[in-house]
T-cell receptor, first 112, second 115 residues
Framework: GDSVTQMEGPVTLSEEAFLTINCTYT??????LFWYVQYPGEGLQLLLK?????DKGSNKGFEATYRKETTSFHLEKGSVQVSDSAVYFC???????????FGSGTKLNVKP | NAGVTQTPKFQVLKTGQSMTLQCAQD?????MYWYRQDPGMGLRLIYY???????DKGEVPNGYNVSRLNKREFSLRLESAAPSQTSVYFC??????????????FGQGTRLTVV
């Protein structure tokens, strides 16, 4: 079945460090891929998305590229800030289905 | 823009009590969802509704019932709460009418504790 696997956290970085959070997926066809962010005490917010192979989603300095050949959608940011501390979820929407499958979430702590 | 509104935000129940979690969206979305979030397990789909009048089970439906009252509202009911249902519950909605691939929009969550 369809599923998403993302790296376990927590990830602790110093401010201005480079961030990578790995995400791989299992799905048939061409799913759409998403990264959501959850700040403490809040609901999930869309961070970025990609709907076809080789698409790059980007927002607020974060980027992720839809790699069909490696079934991956890794999240990257060149220089993290304390305000980026949150839980990040990778998600998949199967082709032709309006359900979403989420990874287990990766908590990011950024220290000053 | 209110988006997706959930009530209540917090609730403590005793084992065996019943309650209904309310969710309403003002974006005219067709699809609505209920998820639960547990540590280390991400979000798991409880039920979803593709359109008004239809509901379907997700990954973890046992112990829950839902009602799609109208296009705006999608409620989740616990008939006899159990400690295993202690979790944070999220309602979400999505536009499926336009054919464009869009994201789901989430409410703020309901933190439920069953003692």
């Amino acid at each position: 079945g369809d599923s998403v696997t993302q790296m376990e956290g927590p990830v602790t970085l110093s401010e201005e460090a480079f961030l990578t959070i790995n995400c791989t997926y299992t799905a048939t066809g061409y799913p759409s891929l998403f990264w959501y962010v959850q700040y403490p005490g809040e609901g999930l917010q869309l961070l970025l998305k990609a709907t076809k192979a080789d698409d790059k989603g980007s927002n607020k300095g974060f980027e992720a590229t839809y790699r069909k050949e490696t079934t991956s959608f890794h999240l990257e940011k060149g220089s993290v800030q304390v305000s980026d501390s949150a839980v990040y979820f990778c998600a998949l929407r199967p082709q032709n289905f309006n359900k979403f499958y989420f990874g287990s979430g990766t908590k990011l702590n950024v220290k000053p | 823009n209110a988006g997706v509104t959930q009530t209540p935000k917090f609730q403590v129940l005793k084992t065996g009590q019943s309650m209904t979690l309310q969710c309403a969206q003002d974006m005219n979305h067709n699809s609505m969802y209920w998820y639960r979030q547990d540590p280390g397990m991400g979000l798991r789909l409880i039920y979803y509704s593709a359109s008004e009048g239809t509901t379907d089970k997700g990954e973890v439906p046992n112990g829950y019932n839902v009602s799609r009252l109208n296009k705006r509202e999608f409620s989740l009911r616990l008939e006899s709460a159990a400690p295993s249902q202690t979790s944070v519950y999220f309602c979400a909605s999505k536009d499926t009418a336009t054919g464009v691939i869009t994201e789901a929009f989430f409410g703020q969550g309901t933190r439920l504790t069953v003692v």
